[in-house]
């Protein structure tokens, strides 16, 4: 589990291994480009839902998954779960001034103001509190 989420992170895949091999070169290449690491050379949404492999899905004749992928997404959405309920259990146990001081300093960080932070605000927020 630990070595795929690591594959994710680091956005290494390998294609020579099951079930790749049996997956097509669009599926393959949409894959590759929602896994940049660079976020701006990464797909948005609305590029993802323009790409050819899902054009042309409605196309595709209907293929079973097989086991391993199953398997893979099963495992996949339990990390995922366990990922939100260990967020959760940090934060219940933050007392109200860790909180506070959590939510100002993704305030302070979040400069666009959309309730979100992308990489380069987190690397200017960082920097600015010592961190590299």
Same mark, same amino acid.
């Given at each position: 589990?630990?070595?795929?989420?690591?594959?994710?992170?680091?956005?290494?895949?390998?294609?020579?291994?099951?079930?790749?091999?049996?997956?097509?070169?669009?599926?393959?290449?949409?894959?590759?480009?929602?896994?940049?690491?660079?976020?701006?050379? !990464?797909?948005?949404?609305?590029?993802?839902?323009?790409?050819?492999?899902?054009?042309?899905?409605?196309?595709?004749?209907?293929?079973?998954?097989?086991?391993?992928? !199953?398997?893979?997404?099963?495992?996949?959405?339990?990390?995922?779960?366990?990922?939100?309920?260990?967020? !959760?259990?940090?934060?219940?146990?933050?007392?109200?001034?860790?909180?506070?001081?959590?939510?100002?300093?993704?305030?302070?960080?979040?400069?666009?103001?959309?309730?979100?932070?992308?990489?380069?605000?987190? !690397?200017?927020?960082?920097?600015?509190?010592?961190?590299?």
């Amino acid at each position: 589990e630990q070595g795929v989420a690591q594959a994710i992170i680091r956005s290494v895949v390998d294609f020579k291994r099951d079930p790749w091999p049996k997956v097509s070169d669009n599926a393959k290449d949409l894959v590759k480009k929602m896994l940049n690491p660079d976020p701006k050379r !990464r797909l948005t949404a609305q590029e993802v839902l323009d790409h050819p492999w899902l054009i042309n899905a409605k196309k595709a004749p209907n293929v079973s998954l097989g086991e391993t992928v !199953r398997a893979r997404l099963k495992q996949f959405s339990v990390m995922n779960k366990l990922k939100k309920r260990a967020l !959760r259990v940090i934060a219940e146990h933050l007392s109200v001034e860790e909180a506070a001081g959590l939510k100002e300093g993704f305030k302070l960080m979040d400069t666009s103001n959309k309730g979100k932070i992308n990489i380069d605000e987190l !690397r200017v927020g960082l920097h600015k509190l010592g961190h590299q």
